[in-house]
């Protein structure tokens, strides 16, 4: 299977409008979309989701935030896309983040960072199972990638 990444639009992201500007990063990066929904998540979603961080003190402000409104749910593929995603979206605390990734340029706070991606391959496929039936995921050729992919 070709690696995956979880990308989402959080809801800050959402509500201020940044939908496309997030998007069109991976775009332009080369990614390859297969898979994208706008959804509510559910607690259930949000606690599968975020199961890892379960015991760190934020892990309540963690859920709230990522059901305080609309999330988009991607799922970008390619090799190494988790690593080039990672890249593009920047350090977890947008402040740290450097100036041309998504968190450095449009973020300021660690519980207002806009926009996850997988941390592995491993967690790339697992976590693109969370959000989508692989019947949803789509398989497509994209002319355009002879042009991105040696
Ligand atoms: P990332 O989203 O960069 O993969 P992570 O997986 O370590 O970061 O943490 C998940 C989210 O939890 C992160 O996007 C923001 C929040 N978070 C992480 N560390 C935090 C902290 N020290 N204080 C508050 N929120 C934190
Ligand atoms: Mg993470």
Known sequence: MEERT?????????????IGEIIGRFERRGLKLIGM???????????????????RPFYSDLINYIRSGPVVA????????VEA???TIGATNPVAASAGTIRGDLGMEIGRNLVHGSDSPENGIKEAGYFFAESELVDWNRDLDSWIRE
């Open 37 to 55: 929904k706008f959804i509510h998540m559910s607690q259930e979603l949000a606690e599968t989701h975020y199961g890892i961080h379960k015991e």
């Open 74 to 81: 991607m799922v970008w593929t390619g090799k190494n896309a």
């Open 6 to 18: 979880l990308i989402l639009v959080k809801p800050d992201g959402v509500q201020r409008g940044l």
């Open 85 to 87: 995603a990672r890249g």
